[in-house]
């Protein structure tokens, strides 16, 4: 396998909709899968998607953790074929999410607290379930890649866009943490 290039906000493709993977189980998307896995971790990211390697195709790759906390625990992921989403509820979660393809910027983004999805595995197995949390966070961002939308069009309040570094520092200085800035 082999690190990919990931593209930028810009790029043609991240602004298509994805085109549906025929035979979930054809090596060369198992192959794909697997570079993305590793592109992903070296990024570092929790979720990948095919238009953001530069391939319009219905393929997401992610991390498998309950909460952003928990990124130190021992990395497990997965690939999803062709995904589906469905919200269950009408609740609604705010949390700050950014993009490897919006590369340091991070926003507060609104998403379903609780979804239903179902898609395929690389194996061929189909495969369905239910996320919350940040789990959900991360399919509808990344589901969002294969609609051609970015989590920047999914805000509702620009004042929260801002780079991760000095986010953090105004976060820590709301809590009363000495930090330099």
């Known amino acids: 396998m082999s690190l990919l290039p990931v593209v930028r906000m810009g790029a043609p493709v991240l602004r298509r909709v994805a085109t549906t993977v025929v035979d979930p189980t054809h090596p060369d998307i198992n192959a794909l899968a697997q570079s993305m896995m590793e592109t992903m971790v070296e990024a570092p990211g929790v979720g990948l998607a095919a238009p953001q390697i530069g391939s319009s195709l219905r393929l997401i790759v992610m991390r498998l953790i309950a909460d952003r906390s928990a990124v130190d625990e021992p990395l497990r992921m997965t690939a999803l074929i062709n995904p589906e989403l469905e919200p269950i509820g009408d609740a609604i979660e705010l949390g ?7 590369p340091e910027l991070r926003g507060v983004v609104p998403r379903h607290a609780r979804i239903a999805y179902r898609g395929w595995l690389p194996d061929g197995r189909r ?8 789990q959900a966070r ?9 609609d ?7 805000m509702r309040d ?5 780079y991760g570094p000095e986010i953090q520092a105004a976060a820590a200085v709301a809590q009363g943490e000495d930090t330099e800035l």
């Open 96 to 102: 700050w999410e950014g993009c490897l393809s919006v």
């Open 158 to 162: 620009f004042a929260t866009l801002g």
């Open 148 to 154: 051609g939308i970015l989590y920047l069009d999914r």
């Open 127 to 134: 495969v369905e379930g239910e996320a919350e949390g940040f």
């Open 138 to 146: 991360i399919l509808q961002h990344e589901v969002d890649h294969l």
